[in-house]
Nanobody, 124 residues
Framework: QVQLVESGGGLVQAGGSLRLSCAASGRTFSNIGLGWFRQAPGKEREFVAA????????KYADSVNGRFTISRDNARKTVLLQMNSLKPEDTAVYYCAASYQVRPRVSSADFKSWGQGTQVTVSS
């Protein structure tokens, strides 16, 4: 399986931007789907964005569509989440995950490997 490590979280004011990065190690990276999820205090983990094996098949949650962009670099074994126009309701721990399926998935049950998470806090 692949091991995942997120970075790039932090504190930002509403309207600002952050870029999360997830570095992978272990098994072959280029033929698996990847995604980002988040979990706010007292809430269930929710889907944010996902990308298929070739980077061209993307899915987004309605709440972030148009503000967040997911991308992947198979040569560097990384997946990125560019977050713009951040809102206080985007505050959460963000997790990178691998689904081992070539098409992007949106259910957390389809993801078998998870990173440790990185905190994103958006102040109003």
């Amino acid at each position: 399986q692949v091991q995942l490590v997120e970075s790039g979280g932090g504190l930002v004011q509403a309207g600002g931007s952050l870029r999360l990065s997830c570095a992978a190690s272990g098994r072959t990276f280029s033929n698996i789907g990847l995604g980002w999820f988040r979990q706010a205090p007292g809430k269930e983990r929710e889907f944010v964005a996902a990308v298929g094996w070739n980077g061209g098949d993307l899915k987004y949650a309605d709440s972030v569509n148009g503000r967040f962009t997911i991308s992947r670099d198979n040569a560097r074994k990384t997946v990125l989440l560019q977050m713009n126009s951040l809102k206080p309701e985007d505050t959460a721990v963000y997790y990178c995950a691998a689904s081992y399926q070539v098409r992007p998935r949106v259910s957390s049950a389809d993801f078998k490997s998870w990173g440790q998470g990185t905190q994103v806090t958006v102040s109003s």
